[in-house]
Each structure stands twice: as C-alpha cells, then as structure tokens.
C-alpha cells in the first residue's frame, strides 16, 4: 500500500505539470494576444507594444513558461488584467463559497441517492422502482440552470420561503444567513447529480443483491440485512466510489453554471467573468486551481478504493478502467 | 444509421473469427437468445426496442422542427415589429420575448443550433479520438503510456472549462463553441477506444489473422473496426447529449453564439428575468432541450441493447 501510494503520488505531481503545460500552451497558442484585451479598440501600435511588455507576452514562449512555472511553484498567479490585484487570494475568498456549495451539494446528493438508489434496484419489479429509474434517466438529461431557474421561481418568488441569490457581504460571518443563500443553489446542484448517482447505485446493488456471495450468506442463515452489512456494503461500494469522485469533480465545475444562476460570489462566477473580459490570469488561475482540485479528488478516490478493496492494489490508476 | 447485416457483429469476447459482413447462414452466436435465426429477425427485434423507438420519435420531432426552420419561420430572427411580452395567442403562436422576438421563431432556430452544435462537436471529437485512440492501443509500450497519461490529464479537464478557455482566447461564436467542445470530448473517446482495441488485440483470432499472413491495415479494417464500433457508436450518441447541453450552458453563459442567433441556452438566459410576465420563454426552451438529450440518451440505451447480444437477455 505503501509503494502504491508513492506511485500514485509521482502520478499526481506528474499530471498537475501537465495540467500546467496544456493550460499555458492553449492560452499562448490560441490566436490573439492577451494584450490586446488590455486596451480599447484602435489602440496605436506603440501602446500594443508597451501592454505586450508589461505582461510579458513579447518574450519568447519557453522564458514564458518558465515564469509560469514559477508563478505556479510560489503560488503566486500573477495579477488580473481588469482589477490589477493578485489572483490568489481572490480565488482563496472565493472558494468559501465554492467549497461549501460543492460539498454541501455532494453529501445530499449522497443521502438522496444511496437510499434511493437501492430501493429501485431491491424493488426493481415494482412500479415505483420503475418510476425512480424513469426519473432519473429523465433528470440526467435536464440542465442545472434550468432547475435553479424554476427552483427560483417556486421557492423564491413565489412561495417566498429562500432567497432567489447572492451571498452576504461579509461572508461567513453570519452562518445562518450564509447557510440560508446557499440552500436553493446546494438543492439545485444535489437533485442534478443524484439523478446520475442514482443510475451508478442501482446497478451496482443490482449486481450485489444478484451475486452467490450473498445467495450463500443468506443459505447459511444470515438475516438479509446483516448479509448486506456484511457483504454487499463493500462489493458494491467499489463502483460507486469511483463513480462518486467524478461527480465530486463534476460538481465543483458545475458550479460555474450555478453560480452564475443564483448570483454567488465564487469560483465559477469568477471563471464566466474572467472569460467574458478576458482576463488572461484570472482564466489561467482559476484553471489551474479547479483542475489541481479535479486531479487530487480523483487521486482520494483511488486510495479510498484500494482502502476499500484489497484486490485493486496492485493497480495503479482508477478502479472503473 | 447501419445495414441490418452489421447489427451482427460480434463481440471481442467471441472466440469464432468474425468477418464485416457476417450473413445471415450463422452459427450460434447467439446462443444467449436462441431464437434468432438469420440478421433479419434481429434487425426487427432491434426496431422494436422500446427505447429506440421513443428516443427515436423524440429525436425525430427536434430534427423535424429544424429542418423547417432552414425554409420556413413565422418571423425573421430580429423582427421586434410584433411588440414586447405579447402573450401566447394569434399571431404570435408562443408570444414574443422581452425585445419583441417571435418565441417560436427563436426556438425553430435553435433546434438547429442544438443539432449543428451536437453534430458538429461529435464530429471533431470521433475523427480525432478514434484517431488517437488507435494510435495508443497499437503504439509501442512507452508511447502508449505517455499517450494515456496525457489522456488522463485531459480528462481532467471538463468540457466546459476547456470551452471557457477557447472562448476566453478567441472570441465567442458557435464555431468556437463546437470546436472547444469537440476537442474536449477528444480524451474521453481516446480513451474508450484505446481500451477496446487493447481488448480485442489481446484475443486470439487476432493472433490467428497475423500468423496467417493478414497485414495490420486489413487487421483493422477487418476485425478491429468491426468489434469496436457497436460499443463506440453507443458511446457518441451519449457524447452527442452532452454536446448539446455543453452548448446549452455555454450559451446560458453568454459564451455561445452570439444575436441574432437563438440558441435554448441564450434564450433561457434573457426569459430568467421574464419568468412570471412571459413564463412560455423559460418552460419552451427547456423542454425542447429536455426531449432533445433524453431522446438521445433513450436511443443510446436502444442501440446499446439491440447492438450488444450479451445485454438483450438482461433487459
């Protein structure tokens, strides 16, 4: 296990460089010049070439990359364009919203779907088990905005009972109040993702619940919820393990889309702006810190397999391959 | 989609030695369903798939619309003449949205906005995964290594994020939208492929073919094409519903295809704020998108049991 995990690790880090290498050479090799989003249009070529050596974009590629490695190594990315203040602590402040979204989303997401899963896969026959796999083959294919848009609808402006957006000024500060804001986003986000999570749950229960492992234990006199508990919890925990940190993945991107919805101060709105404005950094900078978060979720849910299942160990890389 | 002969093809894991076009005298296969005597009770038992038909019907409908939309719509695209919020009625069959914009001129438009988004992303994605794919699962072991590491890495990037960044690098438009799209669909079906022609290289008759004098390029085309692309085509048909809704939120960002161009996702986006006074804006669009991806997802479940024989008895 031990060999395994520093092997996973050099994994790890060898990956985040490459995430570095093909977010830099996609903005430097893309046309159009980030200098130009410094300035208005018709700008004389003089100016175009002072902006080109302000932000560094005359020197040649390689001595580019290297101060992007270097930027990345002292965790210090550079200033935005628009606002001239640094991008690190701004993605810092904005993930107090971000990560509390993404993980308040992942574990309801977690509660409505394991249960549900498994009754639809326990009760595959009946008509409920069947509706559930119905609605949940619909809600895969039903857009997050649009959830939150009709959510905002009913619970917001209708019913009154939640705000339709924004977050509290002074953040954290206020619990409740944050807790509040980030009630109809967080229901938006879980009824998105368990939708899927449902589909992965119910196929792995049915593989466990049609397994001879189980058949014997029963055989042998085992109550059915003790042969679950004892056997199947962690058969079927595999699959859906991997599963579940690809939706944790999912989300934390997804949240570009749903903040956007509900006007929340966090990760994802600040990548829609950057983009809009072209904010060179700012994009770069929050690229790099979601997709080092993406990889290091995906590195925790290969140890949390191995953990789990002995059998995987000698692999290197993912349980679903 | 395909000759009812190649709905035949078998899986990797048979051990006979398959052919393109295997005809209809066959042997048995089909062991696990018995009663199939010749491809054409297959292909009939194929169009009979429930969920085919309905992902079919659904599908059909969205594509029909844009089809109209290319020769016939009520209004030009930027006609504000019919006034603003008009509720639904005569002459504007779904009202008009806060500019004055026909809502079912819009939504006509951006069917096929949706389909030419979908198309043309899945396009990009199969010829360079496929591509890529092939390359990786018959490269030489250190090649084939760096080619699946970067993969893994790429992967890692969701389609959206690597739209947002070609979007923030070039300006917004469809075209960036699809190829952004596409390119990030690349690493998945790279991927799939590389493990499928892993899989059916490592089997015998692949074996058999090479001592027997067949070249690689008639291995290809002949036995590896043909054992891969059943579970391959199931696979784009899913990419294709999410292309579509990628393009849907990229659009809701303001990051799509600019006016006059409807797109669902655009559209959504300017009826948020309309949402009492004209609620037809947000619940057209949506559910238009909504028939859209579960008909592709409900003929990707089709295709996939009527294309895999080991999946029919399960269902």
Redesign the interface.
Known sequence: MISYLLRRLAFLAGSLFLAGVVIFLLLRTLPGDPANSLLAVGASPEQIAAARHEIGSDRPLPEQFVTWLHQLATFDLGNSFISTLPVGPEITSRLDVTVPLTLLSFVLAVLIAVPVGFVAAHRSATWYGTLISGISQLGIAVPVFWIGMILITVFALQLGVLPAGGFPQDGWAEPGEALTSLALPVITVALVMSASLIRYVRSAALDVLGSDYLRTARALGSSFGRAMWRHGLRNGAVPVVSVLAIELATTLLGAVVVETVFALPGLGSMLAQAVAQHDYPTVQGVLFVSTFAVLVIGFLGDIAQRLIDPRLRGRLSGGAR | MSEPTAMESTKPTRLTKPTKLSGPAKTDRDTGTGKEPGTAAGASRGRRSPALVAGCVLVGLIVAIALVSLFWVPYAPDDTSGGRLVPPGLPHLLGTDKLGRDLLTQLMTGARIALEAGLGAIAIGAALGVCAGLAAGFATRWLDDTLS??L???I???T???A?????????SLGTAVLAIGFAMTAVIARLTR?LVKRVLALDYITAARTSGTSWPRVITGHVLPNIWPTLVVNLAQQF?LAV?AE??LS????GAPPPNASW?RM??EA?AT??TAPTG?VAP?VL??ML??GV??IADGLRDTLDPTRRRTR
């Not at chain 2, 947002?164 to 917004?172: G, I, P, T, Y």
């Not at chain 2, 809701?252 to 990051?255: E, I, P, V």
């Open positions: 590491t970067l893994d890495v790429l890692a990037f969701p959206l994020l690597l947002m960044l070609m979007v923030a690098a070039r300006s917004a493990i519903g809704m849907a939120s809701f960002l303001g990051l996702g959504l986006h948020q949402v009492f947000v949506g998108l909504v991806v579960v997802n409900l």
